[in-house]
């Protein structure tokens, strides 16, 4: 049995940060909750996302924009680093899977 540890957003496109091998996407993902006088609010989560697939990559240069709604689907690992003579631990979201749902331009009149 192979062990897994897989993650996947429903969301709206915050930043495209476009590298030499990598592409990081925040993507919002917005849940209800009650404010302190009890009423519902939306409370916005930025996940932080990397795409490696040269594919990938070259469609979402070239085509995603900001406030795109996507789908995306990977697997999460632990990572490590010394910053400042400290250990700082991350968790990375690895994209396998990248579409989108509904572009930006679609939504505005």
């Not at 697939?53 to 469609?59: D, F, H, Q």
């Not at 689907?73 to 690895?94: A, L, N, P």
């Not at 994209?95 to 930006?104: I, P, Q």
């Amino acid at each position: 049995m192979r062990n897994i540890a897989e993650f996947q957003l429903i969301g709206r496109v915050g930043s495209i940060d476009v590298r030499e091998n990598v592409v990081n996407l925040s993507v919002a993902a917005n849940y209800s909750r009650r404010d302190e006088k009890g009423e519902w609010t939306d409370d916005t989560y930025w996940n932080r996302v990397s795409i490696f697939g040269e594919k990938t990559r070259s469609y979402i240069a070239e085509k995603v924009q900001k406030g795109d709604l996507v789908h995306v689907r990977g697997r999460m690992r632990d990572t490590s680093y010394e910053k400042d003579g400290k250990k700082v631990f991350t968790t990375d979201r690895i994209v396998d899977d990248f579409a989108v749902l509904a572009s930006k331009t679609g939504l505005e009149d």
